[in-house]
């Protein structure tokens, strides 16, 4: 077994790296376990490893592309003596300290640690439809408030039926000619204000019991092809964009039964701190955050970790 790390961070989007970036520079020498490659959010650099260009990240007049950003977050952590290891997290075991954690299969825990900070993110759920994946980023998106800029007098389709949804659809309309709201049954989830701005949006048009089953397109997306599930009449829907907004899945699985969370499964912590209820273990980013979910507000909430981490270890030494 290793000997005892002073810090740990799970998860490497810009919560986890900016975690990394302040407490490397604090002489506190953190481990990072940046997660595997997979074609989900579930993946070193987190949810913009999957965008194009991120224009609203402070910084970068001209935008930088999702993955360069995480890429340069990355080097940041590095040069200053980060130790990042490309390893999923399979258990961690909170109960006393110092913190255990297990990497990959390993039977004996891989690391001992002071503190943990917990930045695994969330995900978004997405239709699981032919060419969803392939062009994610390339006319598919989760984020109206990244995304919606390019698709300026362009008809798009938003799914879902959900709060969610429906603020993205309103949001799009300062940009699309059209949105067209894609909704499986013939009602909506979403809260009756949402419903009312909806329906009073000329430029949004509700499709009812309506699923897309395929996104059509080489490099950009081109047309949808959806289905009536009342009547299973399939039609292609000619539209420029797709905004999947079915909801978010925090990534808290391995923290069940030993880090308190809200009932939609999101991390809780103590309000305008990282502090989690296990005294040492702190977290930030997205995986406790399920109002904002921002990038900068993921590193914002990762440079807030760093700093009870360090607050904490000296709090230890008194
Ligand atoms: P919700 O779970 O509330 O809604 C998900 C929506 O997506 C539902 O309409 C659901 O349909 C639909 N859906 C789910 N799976 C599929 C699928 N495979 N194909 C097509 N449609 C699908 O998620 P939200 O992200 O909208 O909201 C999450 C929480 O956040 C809610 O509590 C919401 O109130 C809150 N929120 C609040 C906001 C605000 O107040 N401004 C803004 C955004 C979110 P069905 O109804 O048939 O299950």
């Known amino acids: 077994m290793s000997e005892t790390k002073e810090v740990v961070i799970i998860g490497s989007g810009p919560a986890g790296l900016t975690a990394a970036i302040y407490t490397a520079r604090a002489s506190l020498n953190p481990v990072i376990i940046e ?89 978004s759920l997405m239709l699981d439809i032919p060419g969803e994946s392939r062009l994610m980023g390339y006319g598919v998106s989760t984020c109206a408030t990244c995304d919606g800029f390019f698709f300026r007098d362009q008809e798009i389709a938003v799914v879902g039926g959900g709060d969610s949804a429906l603020e993205e659809a309103n949001f ?28 009073a949006n000329p430029k949004i048009e509700i499709v009812w019991n309506t699923s897309p089953l395929e996104v059509h397109g080489e490099q ?40 308190d969370m809200k009932p939609n499964g999101y991390l809780v912590a103590e309000p305008g701190t990282t502090i989690t209820n296990v005294p040492g273990v702190f977290a930030s980013g997205d995986v406790q955050d399920d109002y904002y979910r921002q990038a900068i507000t993921a590193a914002g909430s990762g440079c807030q970790a760093a700093l009870d981490a360090e607050r904490w270890l000296e709090a230890q030494q008194d």
Do not use: C
């Open 35 to 123: 997660g595997e490659p997979s074609s989900t959010s579930d993946q070193p650099g987190g949810q913009l490893m999957l965008t194009t260009e991120v224009e609203n990240f402070p910084g970068f007049p001209e935008g930088i592309m999702g993955p360069e950003l995480m890429q340069n977050m990355r080097a940041q952590a590095a040069r200053f003596g980060t130790d990042i290891v490309t390893a999923k997290v399979s258990k961690v075991d909170f109960s006393e300290r110092p913190f255990k954690i297990w990497v990959g299969r390993d039977e004996e825990p891989t690391y001992l640690a002071e503190t943990v900070i917990v930045s695994t993110g969330a995900q």
């Open 172 to 199: 799009l309309t300062k940009f699309a000619s059209k949105v067209h709201l894609l909704v499986r049954r013939d009602e909506l989830r979403a809260s009756q204000i949402m419903q009312d701005r909806a329906m």
């Open 220 to 259: 950009t997306v081109s047309h949808l092809t959806v289905v009536d599930n009342i009547t299973k009449e399939e039609r292609e829907l000619k539209v420029s964009g797709m905004f999947v907004a079915i909801g978010h899945k925090p990534n808290t699985a391995l923290f069940e039964g030993q880090l």
